[in-house]
């Protein structure tokens, strides 16, 4: 019996042992926090289609997020029944299903729901200034103006408010109004002329017909802020859109800076090629 007792123990001992080990020194294991997590992240980008965050947790992704997605890709259509699947009486999904309509130039539908966003939001300028960009791509620069100088009254420091009511006001010919709206544009946001986002809840414009225009008043917006490399590649696509008169950019008072950069010299010294 006492033999009996003790090889018991020896077993409970030799168990206990076993598990402390085990404890002690646990198997490798990948830590959803740390390496996997991290390979995630590092594969992240800035576009909505990066959804590793959501993937990990397993939450479904909202309406909203797969609309972002979507209208990313460019698929426009898809994108309004998504945010349509949202919550309807919030004026941010009217407004972006409003783009999606947009982007596929049905200006009706457009319309239609910028405005739904503004009987939720009357202040919401973003839904202003898309209203401003249908009427300018329908050729209306007049009420386009309008649009944006109200939508600038609840946003006062929208630099994309401002380049849009500088595009309305130079497709009106008014370059002095434009010129000025440009210049407090480039104030508020130097980058302002080259973002290129597409899916997010303000459209900025950038369908101009004189382009070579167009460019020489962004050169000359620049070279007054002082951005020199900047005003000189608007110089250069001035020229290369087919703008002559090479002597505004020797003798207006914005481009004095520039008289003596190198680059900006060889660049007014060559004929250019008209793209």
């Keep these: 019996m006492v033999q009996q007792r003790s090889v018991l123990l020896s ?3 030799a168990a206990s042992a076993a598990c402390f080990a085990q404890t002690a020194n646990p198997a490798p294991r990948t830590d959803p926090g740390t390496a996997e997590s991290a390979a995630v992240h590092e594969a992240d980008t800035s576009e909505p289609s990066a959804v590793a965050s959501d993937e990990l947790t397993k939450k479904p992704l909202s309406p909203m997020r797969r609309g972002d997605i979507l209208m990313a890709r460019k698929m426009y259509r898809e994108a309004i029944e998504t ?12 407004n972006k299903i409003g783009i999606g309509y947009h982007q596929l130039m049905d200006f009706e539908h457009a319309l239609e729901n910028y405005r739904m966003a503004l009987r939720l939001d009357p ?3 973003e839904a202003i200034n898309n209203i401003g960009a249908v009427y300018y791509a329908q050729k209306n620069p007049k009420r386009a103006i ?12 929208s630099a994309s408010i401002y380049s849009n009511l500088g595009t309305a006001q130079f497709a009106r010919k008014k370059y002095k109004d434009a010129m000025e709206s440009y210049q407090k544009a480039v104030e508020l946001d130097p980058e302002v002329f080259e973002h290129r986002n597409t899916s997010g809840s303000l459209l900025q414009e950038r369908s101009v017909e004189e382009r070579a225009k167009f460019h020489y008043y962004l050169a000359k917006t620049y070279a007054k802020a002082g951005m020199v490399d900047r005003a000189i590649e608007y110089v250069r696509k001035s020229l290369e859109e087919g703008f002559k008169d090479k002597d505004r950019f020797r003798k207006e008072p914005e481009f004095a800076a520039l008289q003596e950069n190198e680059e900006f010299q060889q660049i007014l010294a060559v004929e250019q090629r008209v793209l």
């Design 83 to 94: 945010y349509q699947e949202g919550i309807r009486d919030a004026a941010v999904i009217y």
């Design 123 to 125: 202040t919401y300028s």
């Design 146 to 157: 309008r649009e944006y100088e109200r939508a600038l009254k609840y946003a006062p420091k």
């Design 11 to 13: 077993i409970a001992l």
